[in-house]
Structure formats: structure tokens, C-alpha cells
């Protein structure tokens, strides 16, 4: 990775001095910008990756497109309530991971069918309907029959209608990128299985996802290849250059870059960095034994992730007012998580027995899942 470590040699210092470069500009391309592929498919470490390269790169002198893809995976904005954006029961079952990234914006869907592109640049260079032309131009020029067009809202629509590019950004002091999602060949069925709520009653102010009917090229260009689209948005954002592949696991070449992608894996910054929110609803609750019905209140108060208030309003003919409120009690201080939840339900669910028992583990099992 010698090269890579040559092609990203202006980087900013711990201390925040320039080192000096290894190479002469014009041996990476005359001060022009940089198109690097990463080989992960990791969605933890392209996300550290992007954000290794905004933080020790010098966006001054040049700018970086870095083109990605990942596996099955859901990436939250970073602004936004992951119980009101996928179906969280869905994901696991699936195996599918939930990331959060650093910028704004919407929920997206990942799997290799859809290509990432992020756009590096000076804060000062900042230019997303800039970085949109390379992309509609990019794809007229290798299909001219395709009707492509970048929106107001940083979107890219196919004929006028169907959504095959969405945009989120993030400026810093001095630097900013731009990344975008562009769909090939995604499977549109499994986007539109894991994008909805997995817990009702939500009341936030965390920015919500747009919904918005959506393509794939492939459907509209069945001979366009990957290497070919590739090529194209390469030589697009500089003329006669190819993408340089790159590792994000190699840390002599991205320092650091690691220990990022596990903060980014965590739960304190999945789930914790959830903007305040309430839960309002109702619980519909069965005895196994008699059949009989009932409905109970659920509330609760989260921030952070942790629970600051909890109130279960149950009938005291359905279950004694003690052990509603033991089970409220329980939830107060610990992680809106239902793995959490059920660990401390069963200790509380151990100490009754018989129809009671039966009862509360249905109240139980209907709090957790509401936690998704």
C-alpha cells in the first residue's frame, strides 16, 4: 500500500501542521483531484474511511472522489430516530447491520447493487449540484438515452419520477464531502422491507426520511456493467484517469482508521446519539390460558437511548398495580434496547407463578416489542 500512503502523503500532522509531500503534484495528477476505490465491504469501515480522509487529507490542494460499496446493510442519517427509520426485527433476522453516519439526511439502503460516491472537497469548493453534473453527465454520455436530472433537493431522478440517487452532506472548519448513493442492481424488495418504523406511538423531533418511488439503472440500461459505470464517473471527474484501489483495514496506510470503525459499530453512537423522543401507545394483551382480552397504556420518555420515564397503565383486574409498576421501575435508567429489557423482565417474571405469571410475561413480551 506504498502507493496509497505516496497518493495521500498531504495530510494534516496530530498537531494539525501539513507534512510535506512525498511526490511532486504532477505525479498524482497536477494538483487535480484523486478517484479511489475501496475493496471493503464493510459499511463500519467505508464509513470510517470517509471520515479519515475528510479529517487528514489536504482538501486544499486537491479533491477526492472515493467510490464504495457495501454489503446488506441500513445507514441512518446522523440526525435521525433508527426505531422510526427501518424495522429493526426485519434487520436482525437478516443478519442486515444498522449503521449511523456522521453526516445528515435520510435513511438509505446498502447492498452491493448500489454504488456509494463521496465527493471531498475544500469547504470553500463545496459544490453538490457540481458533483451531481458528474454523475447525470457521467451516465448520458455512456446512455444518451437515459433521462437523468439532479433536483433542487440534491436528488437524481430517472424519466422525471423514479429516484436513483439521494445526497447527504457534512462541512467542517475547513473541509466538506458530499456522498451520494446510486442505484444499479439494488433489490428493491428488501429496501422496501427494512425502511419502516419498528416501533409505534413515536413522538420526536429527529428528521424523518422522505419516501420516494425508486429504480435501478439496470432496469433502464440492462447492458450497463459495473466496470463500465465505473470508468465512466472516474474519467467524468477527471478526464483519463482510472481509480486507485484501496484497503481501509490497512492501518499503516489509514492510522486510526480502526478504532473509528469500531466507535462507529457501538451502540452508544448507533442508538445512544438518538435526538430525544417519546413512546405513546397502546398494548393488546391475551392470556394463553382463558383467551380473555385487555388493553394497556405503554409511556415512556428516552434520551440518549436510556430510559428517563416509564408508566404502564394496566387494568388492576388484569394484572395487581405492584407489579405494573415494578416493571416500570425496571426500565427507568437502562438502554431503550429489548435485549436489556427482557434480561430485567425475566428476574421480575421469576418471582410469580401460575395465571399471574402467564400474564405478566405477555405484558413483557409486548413492552420488548415495542423496543424493536
Known amino acids: 500500500m506504498s502507493h496509497i500512503r505516496r497518493t495521500l502523503s498531504l495530510c494534516r500532522s496530530r498537531s494539525g501542521v501539513l507534512q510535506p509531500a512525498r511526490t511532486s503534484s504532477a505525479s498524482i495528477g497536477g494538483g487535480g483531484g484523486l478517484v479511489l ?19 487528514n487529507v489536504d482538501l486544499e490542494r486537491r479533491g477526492v472522489l472515493l467510490l464504495w460499496r457495501n454489503r446488506p446493510s441500513v445507514v441512518i442519517g446522523r440526525h435521525q430516530n433508527p426505531w422510526t427509520e427501518c424495522n429493526l426485527p426485519a434487520m436482525r433476522s437478516a443478519g442486515v447491520p444498522l449503521a449511523r453516519r456522521r453526516s445528515g439526511g435520510g435513511t438509505v439502503f446498502h447492498d452491493l447493487g448500489n454504488l456509494n460516491l463521496t ?35 440534491f436528488d437524481i431522478l430517472l424519466n422525471g419520477h423514479f429516484k436513483i440517487s439521494g445526497s447527504a452532506s457534512r462541512l467542517s472548519r475547513k473541509s466538506s464531502y458530499h456522498h451520494c448513493t446510486l442505484l444499479h442492481s439494488a433489490d428493491r424488495s428488501a429496501l422496501a ?26 432496469d433502464h440500461a440492462p447492458t450497463l456493467q459495473w466496470e463500465e459505470l465505473l470508468e465512466a464517473l472516474a474519467h467524468q471527474y477527471k478526464a483519463g484517469s482510472a481509480s486507485t484501489p484501496i484497503d481501509p483495514t490497512d492501518e499503516s496506510a489509514f492510522p486510526g482508521v ?23 401507545t397502546l398494548l393488546e394483551l391475551v392470556d394463553e390460558r382463558s383467551a380473555a382480552r385487555c388493553s394497556a397504556r405503554l409511556q415512556v420518555e428516552v434520551k440518549g437511548g436510556v430510559v428517563l420515564t416509564c408508566e404502564l397503565d394496566v387494568p388492576p383486574h388484569w394484572l395487581p398495580r405492584r407489579l405494573s409498576g415494578e416493571l416500570s421501575g425496571v426500565l ?29 410475561r405477555n405484558l413483557c413480551d409486548a413492552v420488548v416489542s415495542v423496543m424493536g
Open 37 to 55: 476505490q475501496s475493496r471493503s465491504t464493510d459499511v463500519f469501515q467505508n464509513l470510517a474511511l470517509e471520515d479519515w480522509i475528510d479529517a
Open 119 to 153: 465527493f471531498f472537497s475544500s469547504k470553500k469548493g463545496y459544490d453538490r449540484q457540481r458533483n451531481l453534473r458528474i454523475i447525470t453527465e457521467a451516465l448520458t454520455r455512456i446512455r444518451p438515452e437515459l433521462d437523468v436530472r439532479a433536483t433542487e433537493r
Open 193 to 218: 422491507a427494512l425502511l419502516r418504523p419498528s416501533c409505534p406511538g413515536i413522538h420526536s423531533n429527529a428528521t424523518p426520511s422522505v419516501l420516494s418511488p425508486v429504480a435501478n439503472l439496470l
Open 258 to 280: 480502526t478504532a473509528a470503525a469500531a466507535e462507529l459499530r457501538g451502540w452508544d453512537w448507533t442508538f445512544g446519539r438518538t435526538p430525544k423522543f417519546s413512546v405513546r
Open 332 to 360: 427507568v435508567g437502562g438502554r431503550f434496547c429489548p435485549h436489556r429489557a427482557a434480561a430485567v423482565f425475566s428476574e421480575v417474571t421469576r418471582s410469580e407463578s401460575g395465571d399471574l405469571r402467564g400474564r405478566l
